[in-house]
């Protein structure tokens, strides 16, 4: 649902009310009852919540290639697969 942004043009009091596209605008203050404005707004920036949203979180683990080395001739510790 969208957020609406209000001004009183009687005490200048701002207020922001969520309502549905299909909803009926505003036409009195809460506060004292005069008659209200909508505001245009820049509208607001797109919230992303929970995980999946960073390029690493879904990144594939890619394996290391097979070692071009003999196995006999691979240095110890080496982190290749061996073919």
Avoid: W
């Avoid at 203050?29 to 820049?42: Q, Y």
């Avoid at 879904?58 to 080496?78: D, I």
Wanted: charged letters at 30%; aromatic letters at 10%; a positive charge.
């Amino acid at each position: 649902m969208p957020t609406y942004d209000y001004e009183c043009q009687k005490c200048k009091h701002i207020f922001e009310i969520f309502q549905s596209m299909a909803a009926k605008r505003l036409d009195k203050c809460p506060k004292c009852g005069g008659k209200v404005n909508r505001l245009i707004s820049g509208g607001a920036g797109v919230i992303f919540k929970g995980s999946g949203f960073y390029e690493t979180d879904y990144k594939k683990k890619s394996e290391p290639a097979p070692c071009e080395k003999a196995t006999s001739s691979c240095p110890s510790g080496c982190k290749h697969k061996h073919k």
